[in-house]
């Protein structure tokens, strides 16, 4: 399951991260992180079964925590499936369907955002 960690300059300063995956023993995803020394995010991914611990082991030391139930977001009204945002994509989120819809597994996406910028109808969105 993915979240979204809000981070603070508080919290920027400090391995907050490490703090969490020593104390909880579990290995976390960082699918992405836009970090600056003002604050920012990091999209974390864990399992399923570590989620509820792993996300107390953030909020015990203050972070503001966001689940990311769609980590992508195609709006089905505009899309034309031409394909254009497959071949950008890293981690082989999008794929045809056998009848040359295109399809989603949106679990596997890590926001790069590449696919918004090559989809030409404006069909997809990073989710918040
Ligand atoms: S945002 Fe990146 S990882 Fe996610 S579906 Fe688009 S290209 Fe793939
Ligand atoms: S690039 Fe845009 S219009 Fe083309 S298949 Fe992907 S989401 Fe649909």
């Known amino acids: 399951m993915k979240f979204i960690l809000h981070a603070t300059t508080e919290i920027t300063s400090k391995p907050l991260i490490a703090e969490v995956i020593l104390e909880t023993g579990t290995l976390l995803n960082i699918d992405r992180a836009d970090v600056k020394s003002s604050g920012g ?56 369907n056998d009848d040359w819809t295109v399809q989603m597994e949106i679990a596997r996406c890590v926001q790069c955002g590449a696919c918004v910028t090559m989809c030409p109808q404006g069909a997809l969105m990073v989710g918040k």
Not at 42 to 59: G, H, S
Not at 74 to 89: F, L, T
């Open 41 to 96: 995010e990091v999209v974390i991914d864990v399992d399923q079964d570590r989620y509820d611990i792993v996300t107390a082991a953030f909020k015990k030391r203050g972070v503001t925590i966001t689940p990311l139930e769609q980590p992508i977001i195609k709006d089905d009204d505009e899309c034309v499936n031409c394909g254009a945002c497959i071949s950008v994509c890293p981690t082989g989120v999008i794929s045809f």
